[in-house]
Nanobody, 119 residues
Framework: VQLQASGGGLVQAGGSLRLSCAASGRTFSNYVMGWFRQAPGKERDIVAV????????SYADSVKGRFTISRDNAKNTVYLQMNSLKPEDTAVYYCAASAKIATIGAGYWGQGTQVTVSS
């Protein structure tokens, strides 16, 4: 699986961005998809996960109620809608794919897209 993330940019605090991650392959719906982020000097942390059917999602506490992960299996794409952005959301965001949710951080990775939130 090859992943291509896009949609990052510079936004003011309180603003919104939508990240997209396009995947190659014909079995996209079989994969658990996730978004991670890594701020300078920090570890890469999981942000949100969505199962193959799209019916089950999970979020880090820091983004609950502000971010929404979704997927369009017909377009082989997963999205991360980010609202009410805060400066602490500034990071490089990566999409990831795995056959199982337990291994979402050990599967396939996209190249990352920078999100910068100014105060």
């Amino acid at each position: 699986v090859q992943l291509q993330a896009s949609g990052g940019g510079l936004v003011q605090a309180g603003g919104s961005l939508r990240l997209s991650c396009a995947a190659s392959g014909r079995t996209f719906s079989n994969y658990v998809m996730g978004w991670f982020r890594q701020a300078p000097g920090k570890e890469r942390d999981i942000v949100a996960v969505i199962l193959g059917s799209g019916g089950v999602t999970s979020y880090a506490d820091s983004v609950k109620g502000r971010f929404t992960i979704s997927r369009d299996n017909a377009k082989n794409t997963v999205y991360l809608q980010m609202n009410s952005l805060k400066p602490e959301d500034t990071a490089v965001y990566y999409c990831a794919a795995s056959a199982k949710i337990a291994t979402i951080g050990a599967g396939y990775w996209g190249q990352g897209t920078q999100v910068t939130v100014s105060s």
